[in-house]
Nanobody
């Protein structure tokens, strides 16, 4: 079992950058497929980025491709989401999740709010 705690959200102007962190405890994050989701007000939670460290693959939603990057630091047992060129439509609560396979997300963080002002 792994516990996940997100941080790094906040208010940023359009065009700016933020880096979200997801600190894992209990197990090493690279044991899992790790993903970042977001949920905007009145909308469903959607996957924006995913990385499978065991096979070295990454996925990005079309809406963030080229702007967001998911990465990890084994020494800190932390996964990051670097978000550049932010847009107002990126405003949402961002969640970190872990699963043994992609599509089966067993563990979730509490979420961190990202607000992009236009």
């Amino acid at each position: 079992q792994v516990q996940l705690v997100e941080s790094g959200g906040g208010l940023v102007q359009a065009g700016g950058s933020l880096r979200l962190s997801c600190a894992a405890s209990g197990r090493t994050f690279s044991t899992y497929v790790m993903g970042w989701f977001r949920q905007a007000p009145g909308k469903e939670r959607v996957l924006v980025a995913r990385r499978n460290w065991s096979i070295g693959t990454a996925y990005y939603a079309d809406s963030v491709k080229g702007r967001f990057t998911i990465s990890g630091d084994n020494a800190k047992n932390t996964v990051y989401l670097q978000m550049n060129s932010l847009k107002a439509e990126d405003t949402a609560v961002y969640y970190c999740a872990a699963g043994l396979t992609s599509g089966h997300w067993a563990f979730w963080g509490q979420g961190t709010q990202v607000t992009v002002s236009s």
